[in-house]
């Protein structure tokens, strides 16, 4: 049985909350800051009535993408509960509650499925223009990749600015972009490779002489104190981008090809 203040201040809260979705998009609860993105991007950001512990908007915590909080949910009511399929199937339908949808999206695989995460968002948040979003997106990133002028240069594209670097392949969304903009992405790994110590690549100089590019990309994090110290040592151009337009699929990838091209000129 729930207490009576605790059933008072649930009650508060949800009164509280209710500005915040309006009669044309359901109650959402996002477990990730990219599925918060591509709900801004999608013009569905003023539905989302709860976010994960990593998002920075001001709003109700309901734990994260691997430990949701049941609670949380609960006191929420929300109808749509939108996550990383990463986390289990199984352990999600226990913690969402009676009468949400629940809906698990990737969108890290390729720019084809970053467009289908887009889609699957949309259509189950009521989106009324979406098919004309999407292709406008569509059309713009595919103009900004080629304006962008790869022109075949081998590439490697890194995460160096958090505690161990790593670095994208083919069958990762960056990797994807970076061919699409026109490099040859030098990565062999199918997706991410982590370069660390007791790995087949120990570090940043032994990525650059086995995997031989002629140019790096590093993608930045605005909140990291620092980037690994060995990016300044090596042997090729390091171009640093903002990591953000990258980071979260789809949404930010018109800027990073204009900052790509920009930097290239």
Known sequence: MIPVLSRFLAGA???ALSGLATADCPRI?????????????????????????????????????????AEA??????????????AAAEAMQKVVPAGARLLQVDGFASLADAEAMLRRIGEASAVADLDARLAVWRRDWQAAAAAVGGQGRRAL???????????????????????????????SAPRLRHIRPGEEIED????????????VFSLDRKDA???????????????????ANFFHPGTGLVAGFAELADKLR
């Open 225 to 243: 104190e620092q980037c690994n110290a060995l990016l300044g040592l090596l042997p090729v151009p390091v171009i640093h981008l903002d990591g």
């Open 157 to 187: 594209v890194l995460s160096a600015c958090s505690a161990m670097p790593y670095s994208f392949g083919r069958g990762h969304y960056v990797g994807d972009a970076f061919a699409a903009a026109g490099f040859v992405v030098v990565e």
């Open 13 to 15: 809260l949800l009164a």
């Open 29 to 69: 609860v996002s477990q990730s800051p990219y599925i918060s993105a591509a709900l801004d991007w999608l013009a569905r950001g003023h539905c989302i009535v709860g976010v994960s512990r990593y998002d920075t908007r001001d709003l109700p915590r309901t734990g994260g993408v691997m430990d949701p909080d």
């Open 73 to 86: 949910l609960a006191v929420l009511d929300p109808q749509l509960v939108l996550t990383s399929n990463w």
């Open 204 to 215: 940043l100089l032994s990525a650059v002489d086995v995997l031989d590019p002629e140019v």
